[in-house]
């Protein structure tokens, strides 16, 4: 009687342990579906933003956007007027500075000395230097903040890293001490490395220490076949961005692949960030992955991503790469974008965007709250034809 009473009673707690079991496991389930989703910031285009130019000035192609300590904005524009506005107006300066309200503070740039051709991209340092790049040139400087000072210049000004230093010679993707057209800068806070997107021309991402002494480069040329099985450390055209985050990986926007490939310091290959995939080698547009910024907290939560073929800003979360929502869209309306080409984040979160062919200004979109996450912009997936020649992989326009 007693072994039966036992094992009836070992049975009774076999199966209250298979139920708890079971009801534990349901509901993990069921507080997962209902744990509410990810946050993402929410923003709205300052149209204010910012305050009428001194005098008849007009920007060509705002090609960069960077900011400071002081959340001072500085802007990179070109000197691409269209015959009219040659007539009725004056060119801006190549460099101009707005304090956070939109006023022009300072301006500056002699177009003689600057890259020639096409400017693109602008960083500034922990010293408060600007670092330019221009993607018709083989070079990159650095200036005082104020410009009165060219301190810094890797490469010669007019000479690529071509096989015979033209535009027009066989891009080599090797020089240790010339550029081929690069794109963007990235500066190591804790040694003054200086990273260069090179870019335009070559396919690759170069280092040089402080002083402007090659330490290493990596990337290549790559194909569709490879973009597709996500091989890491080739390019599919434009390696249009670099950017390091606080814990010091590597993001590289490959523009033309849609992805943002992740590295150490070193160049070894850690991971793809997919943007819109597709976009750029599918559908015929410059591609989806142009501009990268962080948040401004420590850990960087968010992570944003310029997407000039779709005209979007995504929200990222940066842990994982998943895009947490997206804002913008085609047009010339304060808010749409047309080029959306570079953005950077002030110390108050808001989003400083630049515009090349066809938009060609600055806007200021202030954060202004928390959403959940999963708000999409609508976006074409259908195959509509190139933008201009930028169908053609290797005909993509400076922009």
Not at 127 to 150: C, E, F, M, P, R
Not at 240 to 247: E, P, S, Y
Not at 313 to 324: F, N, P, Q, R, V
Not at 329 to 338: E, K, V
Request: glycine residues 12%; aromatic residues 8%.
């Amino acid at each position: 009687m007693k072994k039966i009473i036992t094992v009836h009673v070992t049975a009774i707690l076999v199966a209250v342990g298979v139920a708890f079991v079971i009801w534990s496991s349901f509901s993990k389930q069921a507080k997962a579906a209902s744990a509410p989703p990810l946050d993402s910031p929410k923003y709205e285009v300052d149209p204010f933003w910012p305050r009428p130019f001194p005098g008849p000035w007009v920007t060509g192609d705002v090609a960069g956007t960077c900011v400071d300590a002081q959340d001072h904005i500085f802007i990179v524009n070109r000197n691409n007027l269209n015959p009219d506005e040659q007539r009725n107006s004056r060119p801006s300066p190549a460099i101009i500075e707005f304090n956070p309200e939109g006023n022009v503070v300072n301006s500056w740039g002699d177009r003689k000395i600057l890259p020639t051709g096409s400017l693109h991209g602008c960083t500034i340092d922990g010293d408060g230097n600007v670092w330019l790049a221009g993607s018709s040139d083989g070079i990159i400087q650095k200036y005082t903040h104020d410009g009165n000072k060219l301190l810094l210049q890797i490469g010669t000004r007019g000479k690529l890293d071509t096989s015979d230093s033209s535009p027009t010679g066989y891009d080599m993707n090797s020089s240790h001490t010339m550029l081929n057209k690069p794109s963007s800068i990235a500066l190591d806070p804790t040694n003054g490395d200086i990273y260069v997107s090179d870019g335009y021309g070559n396919r690759r991402v170069v280092v040089f220490d402080r002083d402007g002494h090659f330490l290493r480069q990596w990337g290549q040329q790559g194909t569709v076949a490879q973009t597709e099985e996500g091989v890491g450390g080739v390019f599919l055209d434009t390696v249009h961005c670099v950017v390091l985050d606080n814990a010091g990986l590597v993001y590289v926007c490959d523009r033309k692949g849609d992805r943002i490939e992740v590295f150490d310091k070193m160049g070894n290959f850690k991971k793809n960030i997919y943007i819109k995939k597709g976009t750029g080698y599918r559908r015929g547009l410059a591609g989806s992955a142009w501009s990268i910024a962080f948040s401004r907290d420590p850990a960087q939560k968010y992570m944003f991503v310029s997407d000039g073929g779709n005209e979007v800003i995504w929200i990222l979360d940066h842990a994982t790469g998943d895009i947490l929502s997206g804002f913008g869209q085609s047009g010339h309306q304060a808010g749409n974008f047309t080029f959306l080409h570079t953005l950077a984040i002030d110390s108050q979160g808001s989003i400083i965007t630049g515009e090349t062919i066809g938009g060609r200004r600055v806007q200021k979109f202030k954060l202004v709250g928390y959403q959940p996450a999963g708000k999409m912009p609508s976006v074409r997936e259908d195959v509509v034809g190139s933008r201009g020649a930028e169908g053609n992989l290797s005909q993509a326009p400076e922009n």
